[in-house]
Structures are given as C-alpha cells and as structure tokens.
C-alpha cells in the first residue's frame, strides 16, 4: 500500500536526475503539436471561409479550436510549451488575443492561482466568480456571457489604469496598462472595420468564439469543481481521464494534478509524469460526462 504523502513531499522524493528529465523543454515537440492544432483551426476556417456544404455545421468544431486557445496561453505562461523564450512569449501573446485574455495580466493572475489553488479568499480564480452551487448558475456559468464580459470589462478597466489586482506587482503594471491599451484598440479596430471584413470576422471568429465557450466552460470546472479547500495539490486539483482529441486541444491539461504538482513539466512530458505520481492521485474522474454528473448530483444533495 502507498504511503499518503503530499505533493512537496512527493516532489521533494524525485531523484534529482529525474526532476530534471522532466522539465526538458522542447521547440521540435512544442512547434509539431503547434502546427497540428494551429493547422486544425486554420483548415476548419478555409472550409466556413469558402462556404462549403454544411459549413454553418463546422462552426461549433472551429469555435472549439478557437476557445481552446486559452489553454495554450496558459501553457505559455509557464514557458513550457518551447525551449526558446521569445516562441513562447509571441504565441502566448497571440493565442491570449484569441481569446480576448491579454497575456500578461494572464500571467499574473495565473500565477496566483498556482500559489493559492482553491483558497476561496486568495485564489483569484474563485475569489470573485464561486463556482455553480445550482441549476441556474450552472446553465449561467457554461454560457460564458459572465466570462466574456469579465474578460473585455477587465481589459478595458485596465486599459483607463484600473489594475488594482493584488497578484500584479507594480514593476509589472505599466506593461499591462500598454498591452490592455493595444488590445482595446486591437478590438476597436475590428468592430469599426468595413462590413464586408466585419461580416468575416463574426463568422471566423467571433460567433465560433462563443459557440465554443460552453466546452471550455465544462472542461475548465473540472479542474478543481468540488475539490477541497485545502493545499496539498494531490487533493485540491483533478486529474481527468479523457479521450486523445480532449488531451490534444488541451495540450495534456486534463493531467492536471500532474500539472500543479510539478508546472515546470512541460505538456509533452506530462503523460509520462503520470506514470511516476498516479499511486499518489486522490481526486480523478473517468472522463467529463462522469465529472458533471456528480456535479450535478451535488445540486440534488444540496
């Protein structure tokens, strides 16, 4: 039987030939799987671009490519994805934009959140948007409006100096006054662009954006949903058993234990970091449908 320990403890047991094994970064694996979901998302958007038979159909699987972006962006803002620092700033940046979530204060708020993972007082991503505790809130919280208009108020805010967050230190606060600034005048540009780009820009992007939200939405309150309150990532993060589509749009984040256990792993390695902790995992589901179910089941409880 395996002894109970957390993850420090864990992590501190890692033969050190081992730790560094698993944090070797990679441009040749990171630019393949870039090319692939990359490629994915530019051929479903040739196919609604052109028109061809049933493309209003292939807007849902292209607003999925799109959405899933931002679990790029948070890879990035570990710098793992690459070995080379500037690909994983400019995808970060580029990928952030997809997804209307400015890079560097990205960052900052992620990072938080690894610090303080499910404190409901200090983990920013719960702090101010609890989890569904019922039926409405869970049909409201997979509809995304509450994050779409988290994320452009914010950056707007931002943009006229409002960065009163406390996970942003002050050395970094000029540059996220810049980058919201250009991202504000990014989508400003777009909204007053000529019809015809602007009938374009709905169809590629904006309207597939929203479509896709909802499957973020699901995928992302999986990671810590109805996850104690408590430090030791072995108990406050969920691992999910997933298909290979599911583990390739989200860049191995499923693993995501793993992940928190040990964010310097990079996505590729992940898989292979499962073999060394899974005798350690605590809190798993088989697969998103299981997930929500006892989610939902939670309501009924309650």
Same mark, same amino acid.
């Given at each position: 039987?395996?002894?109970?320990?957390?993850?420090?403890?864990?992590?501190?047991?890692?033969?050190?030939?081992?730790?560094?094994?698993?944090?070797?970064?990679?441009?040749?694996?990171?630019?393949?799987?870039?090319?692939?979901?990359?490629?994915?998302?530019?051929?479903?958007?040739?196919?609604?671009?052109?028109?061809?038979?049933?493309?209003?159909?292939?807007?849902?699987?292209?607003?999925?490519?799109?959405?899933?972006?931002?679990?790029?962006?948070?890879?990035?803002?570990?710098?793992?994805?690459?070995?080379?620092?500037?690909?994983?700033?400019?995808?970060?940046?580029?990928?952030?934009?997809?997804?209307?979530? *400015?890079?560097?204060?990205?960052?900052?708020?992620?990072?938080?959140?690894?610090?303080?993972?499910?404190? *409901?007082?200090?983990?920013?991503?719960?702090?101010?948007?609890?989890? *569904?505790?019922?039926?409405?809130?869970?049909?409201?919280?997979?509809?995304?409006?509450?994050?779409?208009?988290?994320?452009?108020?914010?950056?707007?805010? $931002?943009?006229?100096?409002?960065?009163?967050?406390?996970?942003?230190?002050?050395?970094?606060?000029?540059?996220?006054?810049?980058?919201?600034?250009?991202?504000?005048?990014?989508?400003?540009?777009?909204?007053?662009?000529?019809?015809?780009?602007?009938?374009?820009?709905?169809?590629?992007?904006?309207?597939?954006?929203?479509?896709?939200?909802?499957?973020?939405?699901?995928?992302?309150?999986?990671?810590?949903?109805?996850?104690?309150?408590?430090?030791?990532?072995?108990?406050?993060? $969920?691992?999910?058993?997933?298909?290979?589509?599911? $583990?390739?749009?989200?860049?191995?984040?499923?693993?995501?234990?793993?992940?928190?256990?040990? *964010?310097?792993?990079?996505?590729?390695?992940?898989?292979?970091?499962?073999?060394?902790?899974?005798?350690?995992?605590?809190?798993?589901?088989?697969?998103?449908?299981?997930?929500?179910?006892?989610?939902?089941?939670?309501?009924?409880?309650?």
């Amino acid at each position: 039987m395996t002894a109970e320990i957390d993850h420090k403890a864990f992590l501190a047991s890692l033969p050190a030939a081992r730790r560094n094994a698993l944090i070797k970064r990679s441009n040749r694996h990171g630019l393949v799987h870039l090319t692939l979901f990359w490629g994915l998302m530019l051929g479903l958007g040739i196919l609604v671009y052109f028109r061809v038979p049933g493309w209003p159909l292939l807007m849902l699987p292209l607003g999925i490519c799109i959405i899933f972006n931002f679990t790029l962006a948070h890879e990035c803002t570990h710098q793992t994805p690459f070995k080379s620092r500037p690909i994983n700033e400019l995808v970060g940046h580029i990928s952030g934009a997809l997804v209307f979530v *400015p890079f560097l204060w990205f960052r900052a708020f992620h990072l938080a959140h690894h610090r303080h993972t499910n404190d *409901p007082m200090r983990d920013p991503e719960i702090k101010d948007a609890p989890r *569904p505790e019922g039926w409405s809130d869970y049909l409201w919280h997979l509809l995304g409006l509450t994050t779409w208009w988290g994320q452009l108020s914010g950056t707007l805010g $931002r943009a006229f100096g409002r960065i009163d967050c406390s996970y942003v230190g002050k050395s970094a606060r000029v540059k996220i006054l810049v980058e919201a600034i250009i991202h504000v005048c990014f989508y400003m540009l777009i909204v007053f662009s000529s019809l015809k780009l602007s009938t374009e820009i709905l169809i590629l992007w904006i309207i597939p954006a929203i479509l896709g939200q909802p499957f973020l939405r699901l995928y992302l309150l999986a990671e810590h949903g109805r996850c104690p309150e408590v430090v030791n990532m072995f108990e406050n993060t $969920r691992t999910v058993f997933t298909t290979r589509v599911v $583990r390739f749009l989200a860049w191995n984040m499923p693993y995501h234990v793993e992940h928190h256990t040990f *964010p310097q792993v990079p996505f590729y390695l992940l898989p292979e970091f499962h073999e060394d902790v899974q005798a350690h995992l605590k809190i798993t589901s088989e697969g998103y449908p299981a997930f929500h179910r006892a989610y939902i089941q939670g309501f009924e409880a309650g």
